[in-house]
């Protein structure tokens, strides 16, 4: 099969899973997906990672997607900046000419036969983001055969591409059906016999891949048709490739077709060995035509089905989580021949290391053997490349590099090359040094190896607010804690903290250590001693010496770990965002009810409060009149079901004088609430005011929310990130009372972001706006709203 289709869409969890699993396990088509964005700007279900950190996350969610369904994965640079409703919004930010290039880079490279879309390109993709991707794609699809289009890109080996035809795979979500009869449909809900599952029950586990956004899938078996609407290009009569050329005829290579029907009729499956001379003469073939794309891809799944047909395994792995500059790590070295097959191992190449070996392989013997490398000073560091130079504005990010671009990760640091000599033809295959180890509970497990500096250093807190009153009296809070972490041994190191702002360094003090591998060293300092307000937001750094050579650094190595993903590991500069503004608080307990995940309960001991983290055996009456205030995470109803059977105990707790502050809840896919929530009725809708800088207009003046301790202006509205508030309340009893009003451009005004209640002697908050990602971003106006909500009067 000699074919290929890219599917583009704006995010993960966006592609028709069951369409690309059709497409590259029914039809064996070459399949890819090309998401414009990493999700960066989503919820997280299963952690309290935004922004970045997300993105990482969904980027492996999307990979490990796609080893289930067997696609490819591809990214631009565009970065999601949160929920848009316009696309205009959206290629504003994003850069339109910028992420172009970017799909045009793909698509010369991927060379797709046809391309299609997940989404329209109006308002019925409700979503700006969705809706600009699919602009783009057609824009694209003109631009990629365009010689005049990004001719800079010729330079790196691509050229000109028209695909056949671009096409929107229309839907039917929900209250918004795009499909109809007139449209060109195909069926993709067949049994794939030698898979054993259907297209949809595949589909389904590549699906449930996307845990950060809960999109755990039912199977899906049956019969279920795809429907199609032409875009550009030529029209649909029979199948989607109409007009194209998927047989060994499209290169003039009639004899290799006919060798790979050979190969396919006479293959037995309890012994794949006896088709190897046969594919060593097809890859002979191969090597004879013209170069070329389809000989190029050919090639390589020739050869992967040699290594399977032989039963040759081979790994390079080390013991070492980490390789890090100047230190040594350990490679060992493991083939196997399980089948019984001529096969020569002629080499092993890694580094400056060249084992020339010529060794005949046993069959189903190991073969094995250790080596210690050293990592040189200028190997870099394994930083995911997309985030090495940052974001450009607020929509893209910067790659210079670009060959990079559209790849989903990293190369890994370090590829093995093992050739061996099948039959007597050479084949060559890289294999990643991969750190392996055994887990007591999980088995043996293997991860990236990756590249790291000698130190890491982390500061805490990432907020800190100068300026607090705790009940009338001020507090003292301006220490800054910096720990070092050590990835190397060094005895009688000198390490010295730097105070870094606008690229200006103070000293601050030094020690001399053992440096220990994995150890710490923890150091803390008064911010008020070093910040000067008119510069920007400051970090720290350390430099160590090691035998009287000075080495700086300053960033932190973070580390995010799921069991459904790899281990991710990256470096960030962490910032202490200053808030000198005066924050009034009163009370001084807080219950917290963990939800989906948020950083919302360090935020909280920023403001000088306690905060208990509170479990389903908490909740009694007697216990919960300790807390001036409970506040639940985000999403607390929609992933705590056992909150349903709490309901009394929170309605006594507020009707004795407490407030309960109830962060949004979702009614969607995710899970609709099926607990009550507040005293009184409320629903909970879609609406959401996506635009930072709308206006926020005071509706209620005199509410206490916004007098008391903190007297809340407009000018509190400043400064926010991303959004200003998601899911209102709507259709509220009218024992609540609704301080703020706030809508996107062109939208009618909503007051169901911040509703308040009074019950008994105390209060029931829910709060659309997002404070989940105003507090850990130092936003000072949602520090002082946040602390007049826990502040609420009590009492008849």
């Known amino acids: 099969m000699l074919g290929s289709v890219l599917y583009i869409a704006a995010h993960p969890d966006d592609e028709n899973t069951r369409l690309l699993t059709y497409f590259a396990n029914g039809e064996l088509l070459r399949t890819g997906y090309m998401s414009l964005t990493r999700g960066d700007g989503g919820q997280n279900l299963i952690g309290d990672e935004q922004g970045t950190e997300l993105g990482l996350i969904r980027t492996q969610e999307l990979l490990s997607a796609r080893r289930i369904d067997g696609a490819e994965q591809f990214f631009s640079r565009a970065y ?39 989404f329209p390109g109006d308002a019925r993709a409700g979503h700006g983001h969705h809706a600009a991707s699919s602009i783009l794609a057609k824009e694209a699809f003109a631009a990629a055969a365009d010689s005049t289009m990004f001719p800079e890109q010729f330079k790196y080996g691509v050229k000109p591409w028209q695909a056949k035809r671009i096409l929107w795979n229309t839907f039917n979500f929900g209250n918004v ?75 003039g290579a009639a004899n290799v077709e006919q060798q790979v029907d050979a190969i396919i009729k006479n293959f037995q499956f309890e012994h794949p060995e006896n088709a190897v001379a046969a594919l ?32 040759i395994y081979a790994e390079a792995t080390t013991n070492n989580e980490f390789g890090v500059q100047q230190q040594k790590f350990n490679v060992r070295f493991v083939v196997n021949k399980r089948l019984n097959t001529n096969v020569t ?83 060559t295959i890289d294999k990643p040094v991969q750190y392996r180890f055994v887990n007591p509970a999980r088995g043996e497990l293997y991860e990236p190896f990756m590249v790291i500096n000698p130190l890491s250093i982390a500061v805490r807190p990432s907020v800190v607010l100068t300026n607090i009153k705790q ?71 350390v ?66 409060y306690e905060v208990k983290m509170l479990s389903p055996n908490d909740f009694t009456t007697s216990n919960l009149k300790q ?51 507040g005293p009184y009725n409320f629903t909970i809708s879609r609406t959401r005011v996506t635009e930072e800088i709308s206006p926020v207009h005071i509706l209620l003046p005199n509410n206490p929310a916004l007098n008391y301790p903190n007297k809340i202006t407009s000018a509190d509205f400043n400064n926010w990130i991303q959004e200003r508030s998601t899911y209102h309340a709507e259709q509220f009893d009218k024992h609540y009372q609704a301080p703020l009003g706030m809508h996107d451009v062109n939208e009618p005004e909503s007051n169901g972001g911040l509703i308040i209640a009074k019950y008994g002697k105390g209060n029931f908050v829910y709060a659309g706006i997002v404070f989940f990602r105003e507090l850990p971003a130092g936003v000072n106006g949602a520090y002082r709203l946040m602390a007049n909500l826990i502040a609420l009067p009590k009492g008849q």
């Not at 073939?285 to 891809?297: F, R, T, V």
């Not at 409970?630 to 709490?646: C, D, P, S």
């Not at 507020?654 to 502050?661: A, D, E, P, R, S």
Request: net charge negative; glycine share 6%; with cysteine.
């Open 80 to 118: 999601d900046f949160g929920f848009s409703k316009s696309s205009d919004e959206a290629l504003r930010f994003w850069n339109h000419d910028k992420i172009l290039s970017d799909v045009v880079w793909v698509i010369r490279n991927f060379q797709p036969d046809v391309i299609i879309t997940r």
């Open 177 to 251: 059906n795009t499909t109809s009869d007139d449209q060109f449909k195909m069926e993709v809900g067949a049994y794939n016999t030698l898979l054993g599952k259907s297209y949809g029950e595949i589909a389904s586990l590549s699906r449930s891949r996307h845990r950060s956004q809960g999109f755990g899938s039912a199977a899906q078996r049956g019969e279920a048709y795809e429907y199609f609407e032409l875009l550009d290009g030529s029209p649909v009569k029979n199948n989607l490739f109409d007009g194209v050329d998927t047989t060994w005829q499209r290169i």
């Open 280 to 311: 060593v003469g097809l890859y002979k073939s191969i090597e004879q035509l013209p170069d070329g794309y389809w000989k190029h891809k050919k090639l390589e799944e020739v050869k992967q089905l040699l290594v399977e047909c032989c039963g």
């Open 345 to 427: 191992l002629k080499d092993i190449k890694l580094l400056a290391f060249d084992s020339v070996l010529n060794t005949n392989l046993a069959t189903n013997t190991n073969l094995s053997f250790s080596r210690n490398f050293m990592v040189e000073d200028n190997m870099p560091v394994s930083q995911p490349y997309w985030l090495e130079y940052g974001i450009d504005s607020i929509g893209s990010f910067t790659v210079k590099n670009q060959t990079l671009i559209g790849k989903a990760q990293n190369d890994a640091a370090y590829p093995a090359s093992f050739t061996f000599s099948i039959n007597g033809t050479d084949i």
């Open 471 to 541: 009940n009338n009296v001020a507090l003292k809070n301006d220490n800054v804690y910096a720990q070092v972490k050590s990835y190397i041994e060094a005895p009688h190191s000198k390490l010295k903290l730097f105070f870094v702002q606008d690229n200006d360094s103070v000293f601050i003090k030094d020690t001399t250590v053992d440096l220990e591998y994995n150890q710490t060293y923890d150091f803390s300092f008064s911010l008020s001693k070093y910040y000067n307000k008119q510069k920007g937001e400051p970090s720290v750094a």
């Open 543 to 608: 430099e160590v010496n090691i035998n009287n050579q000075p080495e700086s650094y300053n960033g932190d190595l973070h580390s995010i770990q799921y069991e459904h993903i790899p281990y991710i590991h990256y470096y960030a500069t962490d910032k202490i965002h200053v808030i000198n503004e005066e924050v009034k608080t009163v009370g001084k307990r807080i219950g917290y009810i963990p939800g989906a995940g948020d950083k919302l309960p360090q935020s909280l001991q920023q403001m000088g």
């Open 627 to 677: 807390f001036d205030a409970v506040i639940t995470g985000v999403r607390a109803y929609n992933i705590n079901e056992w909150l349903n059977e709490k309901y009394g105990v929170l309605m006594n707790y507020i009707k004795n004088g407490g407030n309960l502050i109830v962060q949004y809840n979702t009614n969607n896919q995710i899970g609709t609430v099926k607990a009550n929530i």
